[in-house]
């Protein structure tokens, strides 16, 4: 089945302890992205990847670091997670070309 | 750059009722558009996207989006709303010749009463 797979699903965590979220998609997708969705700002874009180690900052790229060392991976690093970083976190990814997004099932990440 | 606005954030409609969201987009040249479905507790799924060709695209479960290049506009209509349809939904848009990295509104909260 085609599909995009975020790990964990839910993590809860303390200030300053780092932290990756992976994400994995099977479809050979050049372009991958990670937003946060915080209620009343919608989706907002982290960081995305045209392709392999092909990286670019998004709107809201503080406090993240990404990684595209292969085709199908994308983790979200959190060097040193705050509070403010509590959110729900989605990777997508699609093919070149116009296309929409597959969207993983999202982590939601709270930092105490 | 590009921006996209939605300005109903939230809707409330009884089942049966029309519906219909409000995107506009701000960007000059040749656009892509898509609105996202967001059931209570899942991820993003796909309803609809305009690419070229007929402004009035068809998606999944009833939905549809015209285009109004005049206007700048892509809105959200289904003729007759059911219980099920209570989700969060998201305009996007895609501005050709750039990174073709998706731009999202800031979502509409519809909620559908039985």
């Known amino acids: 089945e085609a599909q995009v797979t975020q790990n964990p699903r839910y993590l809860i965590t303390v200030t300053g302890k780092k932290l990756t979220v992976t994400c994995s998609q099977n479809m050979n997708h050049e372009y991958m992205s990670w937003y946060r969705q915080d209620p009343g700002l919608g989706l907002r874009q982290i960081y995305y990847s045209m392709n392999v180690e092909v990286t670019d900052k998004g709107d809201v790229p503080e406090g993240y670091k990404v990684s595209r060392k292969e085709k199908r991976n994308f983790p979200l690093i959190l060097e040193s997670p705050s509070p403010n970083q509590t959110s729900l976190y989605f990777c997508?990814?699609?093919?070149?070309?116009?296309?929409?997004?597959?969207f993983g099932s999202g982590t939601r990440l709270t930092v105490v | 750059a590009q921006s996209v606005s939605q300005h109903n954030h939230h809707v409330i409609l009884s089942e049966a009722a029309s519906l219909e969201l409000g995107c506009n987009y701000s960007y000059g040249g040749t656009v892509n558009l898509f609105w996202y479905v967001q059931y209570p507790g899942q991820h993003l799924q796909l309803l609809l996207k305009?690419?070229?060709?007929?402004?009035l695209v068809k998606g999944i479960k009833g939905f549809e989006a015209e285009f109004i290049k005049s206007k700048f506009s892509f809105n959200l209509r289904k003729p007759s709303v059911q219980w099920s349809d209570t989700a969060e939904y998201f305009c996007a848009v895609i501005a050709s010749g750039g990174s073709y990295i998706p731009t999202f509104g800031r979502g509409t909260s519809l909620i559908v009463h039985p």
């Open positions: 305009y690419f070229s060709g007929d402004p």
């Open positions: 997508a990814s699609r093919s070149r070309g116009l296309h929409g997004y597959t």
